[in-house]
């Protein structure tokens, strides 16, 4: 993290240093610098990011079966479950199951509460223009995603995404 935060915002790494009193969202500081820091792991791979303001990372590459559809009515707003029960069983279904899953775990790492179900029920992840977009979400192999949460108008440099793909951008709406 201070490799990226002093490639990021300048300095060298040894001169960045984790700030004790940040709270729950992890952040580093250098010179009155400050860089919002955000992790994520799936597992052998690893995806990290800093920014100027609050960040959420959160990477998904699934190992096994799950049973998403239990998983999205726990989880999910309703209208995210109907837009994931209208889609057909099968890669498809879970592919949306893990982005809707990224955007929601990269929300609450934003936020510092953690993906708790009670608020993520409350949030709905919609698609956006990439303009006013909070977030963006990359498909990964057949079913994974990874996804980022900032704020309105985020731009992202990454490093080390095929560059066959390219993010579709979201915005977070408070539903009933």
């Not at 837009?83 to 890669?91: I, K, P």
């Not at 949460?149 to 408070?174: C, E, F, K, M």
Request: negative net charge; glycine residues 10%; hydrophobic residues 40%.
């Amino acid at each position: 993290m201070r490799e990226l935060a002093a490639r990021s915002f300048g300095g060298e790494p040894g001169q960045w240093c984790w700030d004790d009193q940040a709270g729950p969202r992890p952040q580093l500081l250098r010179d009155g610098v400050r860089a919002w820091a955000t992790l994520s792991h799936s597992g052998e791979h690893l995806a990290a990011a800093v920014a100027s303001q609050p960040i959420g990372l959160d990477l998904e590459l699934p190992r096994r079966p799950r049973d998403v559809m239990a998983l999205a009515r726990h989880m999910f707003a309703a209208d995210e479950v109907s837009r994931l029960d209208e889609t057909e069983a099968g890669v498809e279904r879970e592919r949306r199951f893990y982005m809707f899953w990224a955007l929601k775990e990269a929300r609450g790492k934003r936020g510092g509460e953690g993906l708790q179900a009670t608020q993520a029920r409350r949030i709905s992840a919609r698609p956006g223009a990439a303009g006013d977009a909070e977030a963006c979400v990359w498909p990964l192999g057949d079913t994974g995603a990874l996804a980022v949460a900032g704020w309105p108008g985020l731009r992202i440099q990454a490093h080390g995404l095929p560059t066959d793909i390219s993010a579709a951008h979201w915005t977070y709406v408070a539903v009933d």
